[in-house]
């Protein structure tokens, strides 16, 4: 034996690993520029890229459709996929997806919030944040579920697999009653747009909402990744993290803003998307290990990828009408949870 | 030098966990704690390991208070090994075992050097490839310990003491990786660091211990040498024993062990 | 490969400069529109330049031959480049067309979107005839749509008005469980009665609210009017008449209960005259003695 190779093997695979899936995730980009439900050719697609006053129609599609919805793809998926893992560490269980545990319901209960009330109850606040106001509003709603989330699941310092999913379970059920209350209260057309925020979408985007969100999104990302090494250590146990020189305490918080920042601006531009904070982690666990260092890129690329291929057949599969992308995602998600369940069944009860 | 506490109360509702507990780790020594279940043990190591944040009077490591030493810091000179520590997620025990590291400092030949010699002195060289979920209860705490040893020797050049405090570190190994494990710490007692370590076996402590400590109802009962303390009396207190059974055991202590 | 892929990217240029030279000369070049909203695509009907439809939503299903066009999907939650895959150069859509982000992404590829005013009226629905026969370049043919329907709604109210009574009539809109969904103020439901010159047991209530069963009973409507897919989840007119709370009002006992095409009712299209005349006989004399 020697722990030398083992690492460098270990590494070898990895970078593998994380190559497969930039490819791939370059493929599904190419895709998701060239596929849809206009075709378009490879000259429109090279001159979209290109700031330019005088393109074509097919160019403009591109320009303005397909790019900022392949960018807020990208951000959507890689949030959801490291917060989906960070969140599982954080909570160190497997089974943490912003969607089951209420991250995201919160979310969008405070977008709904804004939408029905701001322009009531706080214009100030509306014309300050322009087009901030949603994600901010949604950030402190996924926060407001993450703090109470883990006050709820904490037992004995440390979280309980059955009482997490079952405070995600009132978390959800709350937040469901009061964006129904909501419903009630709102007008016609801010009934179409809470309807959004539970389906799901990227079809909605525009240049000048994408770019405030896919700010906060990296942002979200990349100071996530920045933890992977905290994580490992953490997962070895609360106080064992500590005994090791962990700031458990300062790294908890920290993970708890940055997935509030990262669920809230997600859900603020793209409504629920379920299950791929679930799925992309555990894919490449299956394939690369627990180690963080892994995992985090490796479910940011994988995130990415899952959202772009999910779009990919939401854009193309009932053309030309549109399909919600959350719909697709739970319904794949749905049986992949009820899998995993099975798996953790003896560790959860 | 030394690792101690100095007249510590833990107080958890109304119940006095450890009460005025003062006792010291030394450089060089192994040092055993015995006691009944809820005798205050576990709350006098974590106290030791600079967790416990109510307790009154002082921890104290070669003079300096615990509590104005940083987490990382305090992680150069002191590991712990804890009853259990159940993870969910597939680590590698190579990987457990690298946690040990501290933050920023990535492999080199010194740090698999180290990290090897963890792993050998626990008998885990074989096992370094498995995923540590799928270990024995007796695997997983050998891992745990070969953690704590690394920690400490990542900080070897230092040349400071270090302490290690191993709580029930035998409590799921077979006979043989019981003495494994406990000549692991004595090794690490040798080569001048402290150890710390709970047990119910007392066929072991008699064996492994330089000194003994005995614990009940949340303070101090006795100290000394294994001689001096394994007696039919003080067995029979600490355990609530009935005379002739604690008179039979102390009778097969005495005795001389079987290589 | 890569040669003739670059052949037909250039041919597929070429093509797209002469349509944009023919399209920039030759202003009676038929346009490629889409509807969005049933009573748009009615209109483009009526004003006889359906050959001009090139996709409409999935409301749009009259005349028949609407249901030929592609469907670009519920008018409320539309995808962009579903819509431009049909390569339109004019979206003819309500105001209650959405969402608006979607929409602006299509006018940001340069496609013209007309959104016409989506008030439950008649002027509302003279406004939308001359505003599409104008953006269509036909506004002979919009006037002459236009003075034939003022003078159908002129009729249709004066026939309505010569009626006299004022019955009090509840329409539903769904169920949910026990309690149903009713239509209160500022509906397209509520303008509709006002125009058959009844009145709404739910107006203190604003847009589509559930209804408690009780309430329902004590307003006592003397007619049911709903949709008729909502006729059918409910179960007919039998399941109604022994509704538990329903049953105990005039309307059940009556069975006078009026169930037509949502979009022929609801949508204030050309069909609007004649629809306001049949809800109005409808909800006077419709059930047991006309069965």
Same mark, same amino acid.
């Given at each position: 034996?020697?722990?030398?190779?083992?690492?460098?093997?270990?590494?070898?695979?990895?970078?593998?690993?994380?190559?497969?899936?930039?490819?791939?995730?370059?493929?599904?980009?190419?895709?998701?520029?060239?596929?849809?439900?206009?075709?378009?050719?490879?000259?429109?697609?090279?001159?979209?890229?290109?700031?330019?006053?005088?393109?074509?129609?097919?160019?403009?599609?591109?320009?303005?459709?397909?790019?900022?919805?392949?960018?807020?793809?990208?951000?959507?998926?890689?949030?959801?996929?490291?917060?989906?893992?960070?969140?599982?560490?954080?909570?160190?269980?497997?089974?943490?997806?912003?969607?089951?545990?209420?991250?995201?319901?919160?979310?969008?209960?405070?977008?709904?919030?804004?939408?029905?009330?701001?322009?009531?109850?706080?214009?100030?606040?509306?014309?300050?944040?322009?087009?901030?106001?949603?994600?901010?509003?949604?950030?402190?709603?996924?926060?407001?579920?993450?703090?109470?989330?883990?006050?709820?699941?904490?037992?004995?310092?440390?979280?309980?697999?059955?009482?997490?999913?079952?405070?995600?379970?009132?978390?959800?059920?709350? &937040?469901?009653?009061?964006?129904?209350?909501?419903?009630?209260?709102?007008?016609?057309?801010?009934?179409?747009?809470?309807?959004?925020?539970?389906?799901?979408?990227?079809?909605?985007?525009?240049?000048?909402?994408?770019?405030?969100?896919?700010?906060?999104?990296?942002?979200?990302?990349?100071?996530?990744?920045?933890?992977?090494?905290?994580?490992?250590?953490?997962?070895?146990?609360?106080?064992?993290?500590?005994?090791?020189?962990?700031? #458990?305490?300062?790294?908890?918080?920290?993970?708890?803003?940055?997935?509030?920042?990262?669920?809230?601006?997600?859900?603020?531009?793209?409504?629920?998307?379920?299950? #791929?904070?679930?799925?992309?982690?555990?894919?490449?666990?299956?394939?690369?290990?627990?180690?963080?260092?892994?995992?985090?890129?490796?479910?940011?690329?994988?995130?990415?990828?899952?959202?772009?291929?999910?779009?990919?057949? &939401?854009?193309?599969?009932?053309?030309? &009408?549109?399909?919600?992308?959350? #719909?697709?995602?739970? &319904?794949?998600?749905?049986?992949?949870?009820?899998?995993?369940?099975?798996?953790?069944?003896?560790?959860?009860? | 030098? @030394?690792?101690?506490?100095?007249?510590?109360s833990v107080v958890a509702g109304r119940k006095a966990l450890i009460e005025g507990v003062s006792l010291s780790v030394h450089p060089g020594k192994l040092t055993v704690i015995l006691?009944?279940?809820?005798?205050?043990?576990?709350?006098?190591?974590?106290?030791?390991?600079?967790?416990?944040?109510?307790?009154?009077? /002082? @921890?104290?490591?070669?003079?300096?208070?615990?509590?104005?030493?940083?987490?990382?810091?305090?992680?150069?000179?002191?590991?712990?090994?804890?009853?259990?520590?159940?993870?969910?997620?597939?680590?590698?025990?190579?990987?457990?075992?690298?946690?040990?590291?501290?933050?920023?400092?990535?492999?080199?030949?010194?740090? *698999?050097?180290?990290?090897?010699?963890?792993?050998?002195?626990?008998?885990?060289?074989?096992?370094?490839? %498995?995923?540590?979920?799928?270990?024995?209860?007796?695997?997983?705490?050998?891992?745990?310990?070969?953690?704590?040893?690394?920690?400490?020797?990542?900080? /070897?050049?230092?040349?400071?003491?270090? *302490?290690?405090?191993?709580? /029930?570190?035998?409590?799921?190994?077979?006979?043989?990786?019981?003495?494994?494990?406990?000549?692991? @710490?004595?090794?690490?007692?040798?080569?001048?660091?402290?150890?710390?370590?709970?047990?119910?076996?007392?066929?072991?402590?008699?064996?492994?211990?330089?000194?003994?400590?005995?614990?009940?109802?949340?303070?101090?009962?006795?100290?000394?040498?294994?001689?001096?303390?394994?007696?039919?009396?003080?067995?029979?207190?600490? *355990?609530?024993?009935?005379?002739? %059974?604690?008179?039979?055991?102390?009778?097969?202590?005495?005795?001389?062990?079987?290589? | 490969?890569?040669?003739?892929?670059?052949?037909?990217?250039?041919?597929?240029?070429?093509?797209?400069?002469?349509?944009?030279?023919?399209?920039?000369?030759?202003?009676?070049?038929?346009?490629?529109?889409?509807?969005?909203?049933?009573?748009?695509?009615?209109?483009?009907?009526?004003?006889?330049?359906?050959?001009?439809?090139?996709?409409?939503?999935?409301?749009?299903?009259?005349?028949?031959?609407?249901?030929?066009?592609?469907?670009?999907?519920?008018?409320?939650?539309?995808?962009?480049?579903?819509?431009?895959? $049909?390569?339109?150069?004019?979206?003819?859509?309500?105001?209650?067309?959405?969402?608006?982000?979607?929409?602006?992404?299509?006018?940001?590829?340069?496609?013209?979107?007309?959104?016409?005013?989506?008030?439950?009226?008649?002027?509302?629905?003279?406004?939308?005839?001359?505003?599409?026969?104008?953006?269509?370049?036909?506004?002979?043919?919009?006037?002459?749509?236009?003075?034939?329907?003022?003078?159908?709604?002129?009729?249709?109210?004066?026939?309505?008005?010569?009626?006299?009574?004022?019955?009090?009539?509840?329409?539903?809109?769904?169920?949910?469980?026990?309690?149903?969904?009713?239509?209160?103020?500022?509906?397209?439901?509520?303008? $509709?009665?006002?125009?058959?010159?009844?009145?709404?047991?739910?107006?203190?209530?604003?847009?589509?609210?559930?209804?408690?069963?009780?309430?329902?009973?004590?307003?006592?409507?003397?007619?049911?009017? $709903?949709?008729?897919?909502?006729?059918?989840?409910?179960?007919?007119?039998?399941?109604?008449?022994?509704?538990?709370?329903?049953?105990?009002?005039?309307?059940?006992?009556?069975?006078?209960?009026?169930?037509?095409?949502?979009?022929?009712?609801?949508?204030?299209?050309?069909?609007?005259?004649?629809?306001?005349?049949?809800?109005?006989?409808?909800?006077?004399?419709?059930?047991?003695?006309?069965?």
């Open positions: 034996m020697s722990l030398r190779n083992l690492h460098e093997a270990q590494e070898r695979s990895r970078r593998i690993l994380l190559l497969v899936l930039a490819a791939m995730l370059s493929v599904s980009s190419f895709l998701a520029l060239a596929v849809g439900p206009v075709p378009i050719g490879a000259g429109d697609i090279w001159a979209a890229l290109w700031p330019s006053e005088d393109l074509s129609r097919d160019a403009q599609i591109v320009q303005q459709i397909r790019l900022p919805r392949l960018i807020l793809g990208l951000c959507v998926g890689a949030v959801l996929g490291v917060c989906g893992a960070a969140l599982q560490g954080l909570f160190r269980n497997p089974l943490a997806d912003p969607g089951i545990i209420g991250v995201s319901s919160g979310a969008a209960l405070a977008a709904g919030l804004v939408i029905v009330t701001g322009n009531t109850f706080a214009s100030g606040f509306m014309e300050w944040a322009g087009n901030y106001a949603l994600p901010l509003g949604a950030f402190a709603g996924s926060m407001i579920a993450i703090v109470s989330i883990y006050a709820l699941s904490q037992r004995a310092g440390t979280t309980s697999g059955a009482s997490l999913i079952l405070a995600g379970i009132a978390i959800n059920a709350m &937040a469901g009653a009061a964006l129904g209350y909501l419903t009630f209260l709102s007008s016609d057309n801010q009934l179409r747009q809470l309807t959004f925020w539970t389906l799901g979408s990227l079809g909605r985007i525009t240049w000048d909402s994408l770019v405030p969100v896919a700010v906060l999104m990296t942002i979200a990302v990349a100071l996530t990744l920045r933890k992977a090494a905290a994580l490992n250590t953490y997962l070895l146990g609360e106080r064992e993290a500590g005994h090791l020189g962990l700031n #458990v305490e300062r790294m908890k918080k920290t993970l708890i803003v940055l997935g509030a920042l990262g669920v809230g601006s997600a859900v603020a531009v793209s409504g629920i998307i379920g299950f #791929v904070g679930l799925a992309a982690p555990h894919i490449i666990r299956l394939f690369a290990g627990a180690d963080h260092r892994i995992v985090l890129p490796g479910s940011a690329l994988l995130g990415a990828l899952l959202v772009m291929c999910a779009d990919l057949i &939401a854009r193309t599969a009932a053309a030309p &009408a549109e399909l919600p992308i959350g #719909v697709l995602t739970s &319904a794949l998600g749905g049986p992949f949870f009820l899998w995993l369940l099975g798996r953790y069944r003896r560790e959860l009860f | 030098m @030394a690792l101690e506490l100095k007249d510590v006691g009944a279940n809820g005798a205050g043990k576990s709350t006098a190591l974590s106290v030791l390991a600079g967790d416990s944040v109510s307790a009154k009077g /002082e @921890a104290r490591l070669d003079g300096v208070p615990l509590s104005s030493l940083s987490p990382q810091a305090l992680a150069e000179r002191r590991a712990v090994v804890l009853q259990h520590a159940p993870i969910n997620f597939a680590f590698k025990v190579h990987e457990i075992v690298s946690l040990s590291r501290p933050a920023l400092r990535s492999e080199s030949n010194r740090t *698999y050097a180290i990290e090897e010699r963890a792993l050998h002195e626990l008998d885990l060289a074989e096992l370094a490839g %498995r995923s540590y979920p799928t270990l024995s209860g007796g695997e997983r705490q050998r891992v745990q310990i070969a953690r704590a040893l690394a920690q400490l020797w990542h900080h /070897e050049e230092t040349g400071q003491s270090s *302490y290690l405090l191993l709580d /029930e570190p035998t409590a799921h190994l077979d006979l043989k990786h019981q003495f494994v494990a406990l000549e692991a @710490a004595r090794r690490f007692a040798q080569q001048n660091g402290g150890v710390l370590c709970i047990l119910h076996d007392l066929t072991l402590a008699r064996e492994f211990a330089d000194e003994i400590i005995l614990m009940r109802n949340g303070n101090i009962a006795a100290k000394g040498g294994a001689a001096s303390i394994l007696t039919a009396d003080t067995i029979a207190e600490i *355990y609530d024993l009935p005379a002739h %059974r604690a008179e039979n055991l102390a009778l097969s202590l005495s005795a001389p062990m079987l290589q | 490969m890569i040669a003739i892929k670059r052949l037909t990217g250039a041919a597929l240029m070429l093509g797209w400069g002469l349509m944009l030279v023919v399209g920039a000369s030759a202003q009676a070049e038929p346009k490629r529109v889409v509807a969005l909203g049933g009573e748009i695509t009615e209109i483009v009907y009526q004003l006889g330049a359906q050959d001009q439809l090139v996709g409409r939503d999935t409301t749009s299903t009259y005349p028949e031959a609407a249901n030929e066009l592609p469907d670009v999907g519920y008018f409320r939650q539309l995808g962009a480049e579903g819509i431009l895959s $049909l390569k339109p150069d004019l979206i003819l859509a309500t105001a209650a067309a959405g969402p608006p982000e979607v929409l602006e992404q299509i006018a940001s590829t340069g496609v013209q979107v007309e959104k016409l005013p989506s008030e439950h009226s008649a002027e509302s629905l003279l406004e939308k005839v001359a505003r599409i026969a104008k953006v269509l370049e036909i506004p002979e043919a919009g006037d002459k749509l236009a003075s034939s329907l003022r003078q159908q709604l002129d009729e249709a109210s004066a026939s309505i008005a010569a009626m006299g009574d004022k019955p009090k009539v509840l329409f539903i809109i769904g169920t949910g469980g026990g309690d149903v969904m009713a239509a209160g103020e500022e509906t397209a439901a509520n303008s $509709l009665i006002k125009l058959a010159g009844a009145e709404n047991v739910f107006a203190d209530h604003k847009g589509y609210k559930t209804m408690s069963l009780e309430s329902a009973a004590v307003a006592a409507p003397d007619a049911i009017a $709903l949709m008729e897919h909502t006729l059918k989840a409910m179960g007919g007119v039998d399941k109604i008449a022994d509704h538990p709370a329903l049953k105990l009002t005039p309307a059940a006992q009556t069975q006078r209960i009026v169930a037509r095409d949502g979009t022929y009712l609801l949508s204030f299209g050309p069909r609007l005259p004649e629809a306001m005349t049949d809800f109005a006989k409808a909800i006077r004399t419709e059930g047991r003695s006309s069965h």
